[in-house]
């Protein structure tokens, strides 16, 4: 193990990092408001936006992120839309991710009692307020496990952001490879880099999860 070379790029390591982060979670906050809204739409069975919903996360769930990018990236400049690649890292981590928080949120809707809702309209809340108010708060708590799971296999994803040139911490990697055939060195720095992002938000999300249930949600 080169440690020269280790202490050397550990400033490049540390700056793919932050973008990595940025982007990461810049998407995963866009994919959980995508996500509400898909399972609301979903669970008040909206006419025609229901449908639009479901064929949304049936192309979602069922493409590779990468080729998301791919199309983002290079196939809307044809039809005259640009963006650059931070833009389309976190478009594409929204797109892909809002489906998977969609059903997420959907199985913790689906799993409160109807009895709740009819409780709640009989007290003079309104649909909105029944869903804000009742529904919303113990759906979170029992969908909190696929939550985190989900936000940890997006910021896994953010992986293949190298394929459209963004400095992440795979594309430093390959790159330092590329250069100076340091392999053992970069992956050890890469594999470092990415539990000292996903390690936390691992135990961030159990700790948040027992907080939750101790509350009296979801139970």
Do not use: H
């Not at 998407?27 to 996500?35: D, N, T």
């Not at 997006?154 to 430093?172: C, Y």
């Not at 790159?175 to 390690?199: C, H, N, P």
């Amino acid at each position: 193990m080169d440690w020269n070379f280790i202490i050397k790029y550990l400033p490049l390591y540390r700056k793919a990092a932050v973008l990595t982060v940025r982007i990461g979670f810049a998407g995963i906050i866009l994919s959980v408001l995508i996500g509400l809204i898909c399972a609301a739409v979903q669970n008040y069975r909206i006419p025609v936006l229901r449908q639009f919903t479901s064929v949304y996360i049936e192309i979602s769930r069922n493409t590779p992120l990468l080729i998301q990018l791919f199309f983002i990236y290079y196939g809307l400049p044809k039809i005259g839309v640009r963006t650059d690649a931070e833009v389309c890292g976190v478009a594409g981590l929204a797109f892909l991710g809002g489906s998977y928080m969609a059903e997420a949120f959907r199985s913790g809707i689906d799993a409160i009692d109807p009895v709740q809702r009819e409780s709640a309209y009989s007290l003079g809340m309104n649909r909105r307020q029944a869903l804000q108010y009742v529904i919303l708060p113990q759906a979170v708590s029992i969908s909190m496990p696929a939550l985190m799971a989900n936000v940890i296999f997006l910021l896994k994803e953010t992986s293949v952001f190298s394929a459209i040139s963004l400095m992440d911490l795979m594309f430093t990697a390959k790159d330092l490879i590329g250069l100076y055939y340091e392999t053992t060195e970069s992956l050890f720095l890469l594999v470092v880099f990415y539990l000292l992002i996903l390690l936390p938000v691992s135990l961030a999300g159990r700790l948040l999860e027992r907080r939750l249930r101790y509350a009296g949600f979801g139970t």
